[in-house]
Every structure is written in C-alpha cells, then in structure tokens.
C-alpha cells in the first residue's frame, strides 16, 4: 500500500510510531503503521469503524500493548513504559468519568495518582476551570451534568495533566449538531491557546476537514494516506480516500484507454465519450482496468448541444443551497453532479454533460491514483 508523506513536514517529530503491529489473537488490528506528529501539531485520524482507530490511540496510550515496531516521543522509547509514565493524556468517547467522584474529583485524579502537592493541584485545577468555563461545576456529580459538560471535564481532566501529547477518540460523538460545532471550535481554540500535539479520531469528515493540519486516513488496519485536508481531498493516493473524503462522493466510472492519446492519457466512458485525464500515459500500468474518479462539483451540466455527452437525469435533490443531479449516461454509468441553488433540471429530462478536465482522477487496477504530480 503506497503512503504519502508520513513526515511531520520536516520538523522535529514528538510523537513518532514505526512499524507499529497489534494483533488481538489472529487477527491483525494495527498493520505496520508508522507516522510522526509534531510538537504543535493537530493531527486528525479518520477512517470507517473498525479500521483500528482506537486501538492505536490506546497503544500510544500504553492502554494496550504492541506486537511490533517503536513508539517515540520526544525522542525516548515510551512503548515499554506504562501510561502514566509516558506524558499523554487521553479524553475517551464515552469520556469515563468517576460516577461517584465530583467534576473536582475527576480532574484531581490523576494528579493526586502521581504525587502532586494539594496546592499544586489547587492551581491547575482553577487555571483549567477558568479556561472550560466549568467553574460554577466543579462541586456537582457527572450524573448532574449534560453531555457537552460532561465533555468540559473530560476534556479538563486531559488538560491538567500538562501531557505532551493529547489524544481525542471521538470526542463529540455524543453530542447533538449545534453542541457539536460549538465544541469542535472551542477544540481548535483550546489547540491555538495550548499548542501541544493532539490526535484526533473520527469517523466524521467535517470534524477533520476543519480541525487537521493533517489527516491520516485509516482504512482496514492501515494508513491509506497522510496530508493536509486540501491534500487529501484535491489529491487521494487511493479510491478509498476519494470516496471516503467529500460528500457526495466521487464518481468512479469503469474507463478503457482511449488511441491518439499524445503526453496525457486520454480514456473512454462505456457510452464512447473520451476524456482527457491528467495522467500522463507513461505513469499508467501496461494493463489492467482502469476508473475514473470526477467529484460531482467537476460534473456540469448544460444544454443538449453544448455537452461532451449527454445524460438521462435520473433524480434531483434541492438542498437549499445547492442541487444534487443523479445521471445516468447511454452505456449504463450513473453519476452525480452538484449543481447551484436554482438548477433549473427535472427528472426524465435529457441534458448536456461535461467534465471538468484538470479535476479528473484515474485509478489502476489495485485503486491507486496514477495522475498524482507529486
Ligand atoms: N480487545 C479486543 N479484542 C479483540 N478484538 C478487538 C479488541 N478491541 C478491538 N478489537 C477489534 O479490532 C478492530 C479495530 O477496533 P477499533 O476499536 O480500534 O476500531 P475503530 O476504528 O476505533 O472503530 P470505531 O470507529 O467503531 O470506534 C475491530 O475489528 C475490533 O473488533
Ligand atoms: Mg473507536
């Protein structure tokens, strides 16, 4: 599986994973997984459920051991040390907190586990609430707070520790739609403020787009790819990271190699329409199937005669400000394409279809892009 830049842009890694392997029995969780993270960095991991997400949070953590590779941070083996020796803290999904402990309670754990003086503990505890907004809390149960709370002070209990790396798994999951973009700012804000490294797991697209310096895309046990949102989104090493990344997806269509193609290769849908890619023909394997990859923002449509090809409008989806457009084309392919807030198109009308060269993706036979520059 090819891997693009798992450097941390040349700076000095804090956090640095190399070979990292996890088995639970016989089946592989974590399949040679290396990356480096930088000291201020804001690193979002993102992949579908399942795909291993947790568990290398966890084994960064120390809460679940490795099978193979090295965990650095700061330049120090960690992977043998237990968690509360290895300097990160981490706030949970469900958050975990002590039910029958205070918000003060729960923030003065982990503290009070490792030694530190009552007044020591005192301060950090009032500079962390201050900065939550959860002072008016600190005396009341979790049972007694709501959900974005209850996220403070996991998020507090995190923060306190001073650690060098901070670790999110899913942390806003349980929150309703307005809770969750309000927090997912105040992450961002709480990253500039502090500027420590922190790794953030979702499975939510948006939370990564707008939260990453750069997003490792995990699917199946592995890194698919590494780079910043543009990177991924304008750039996908592999079918899975295009289709994963955007909404709606991108259209993958079945293409042949076109003749007379010159330097670009140029490729032929079912319905005969030939398309110039941005692959150049020497970057393409000698054989094996081919797929083109257009976002729906680089399908337009327009009148019958202006078009590249012409296509059946299947289905129409107002969205208020922006129209979805389901196609189908005359040898079978059926595609979407975003249009604007008025789009003018019904259901069962025939229109003019062109693509957007300079956005075409083509993928090889195993689903990896062949017209990345880079
Ligand atoms: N303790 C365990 N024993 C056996 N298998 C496990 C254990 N923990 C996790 N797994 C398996 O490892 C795989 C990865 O799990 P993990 O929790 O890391 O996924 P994830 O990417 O965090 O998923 P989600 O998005 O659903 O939280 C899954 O197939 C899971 O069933
Ligand atoms: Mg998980």
């Known amino acids: 599986m090819r891997r693009c830049g798992t450097t941390a842009g040349g700076g000095v890694g804090n956090l640095a994973l190399r070979g990292v392997s996890k088995r639970f029995g016989s089946t592989v969780v974590l399949d040679d997984v290396s990356l480096e993270i930088g000291a201020d960095e804001f690193l979002v991991v993102l992949g579908p459920s399942g795909c291993g997400k947790s568990t290398l949070l966890r084994a960064i953590a120390g809460l679940e051991t490795i099978d193979a590779g090295e965990i ?123 500027r420590k490294a922190m790794i953030f797991v979702t499975h939510d697209q948006t939370e990564a787009m707008t939260l990453a310096d750069r997003i ?65 023909e020497a970057s393409l394997p000698g054989q094996g199937a081919l797929r083109l990859g257009l976002r729906p923002e680089s399908v337009r449509l327009c009148g019958l005669g202006d078009g590249q090809t012409k296509a059946l409008v299947d289905f129409v989806e107002f969205l208020g400000d922006k129209t979805h457009v389901l196609l189908s084309l005359a040898g079978g392919d059926r595609l979407v394409a975003l249009d604007g807030a008025s789009c003018p198109v019904h259901a069962g009308e025939s229109v003019g279809v062109l693509f957007d060269r300079a956005a075409t993706h083509l993928f090889d036979a195993e689903g990896r892009n062949r017209g990345l520059t880079g």
């Open 72 to 194: 650095e941070i700061d330049g120090a083996r960690v992977d043998h040390l237990p968690p509360g020796k290895r300097g990160v803290a981490m706030v949970f999904q469900g958050y975990a907190l002590y039910p029958h402990m205070t918000v003060r309670g729960n923030i003065a754990f982990g503290l009070k586990n490792i030694g530190t003086e009552r007044a020591e503990i005192d301060r950090r505890i009032a500079a962390v609430a201050r900065m939550l907004e959860i002072e008016h809390l600190l005396q009341r149960l979790p049972a007694e707070l709501s959900g974005g709370q209850r996220q403070r002070v996991a998020i507090g209990r995190a923060i306190v520790k001073d650690p060098k790396v901070f670790m999110f798994d899913e942390p806003l999951s349980n929150l309703d739609a307005a809770l969750r973009s309000r927090t997912r700012q105040e992450i961002a804000n709480l990253h500039r403020r502090i």
């Open 216 to 280: 490792v895309v995990m699917n199946q046990q592995r890194i698919e790819q590494v780079g910043t949102p543009l990177q991924v989104y304008r750039e996908p090493a592999t079918i899975f990271v295009a289709t994963f990344i955007g909404s709606p997806a991108m259209n993958i269509l079945p293409v042949t190699r076109a003749a007379g193609s010159g330097t670009l290769q140029w490729v032929r849908l079912a319905d005969g329409t030939q398309i110039e890619t941005t692959a150049s």
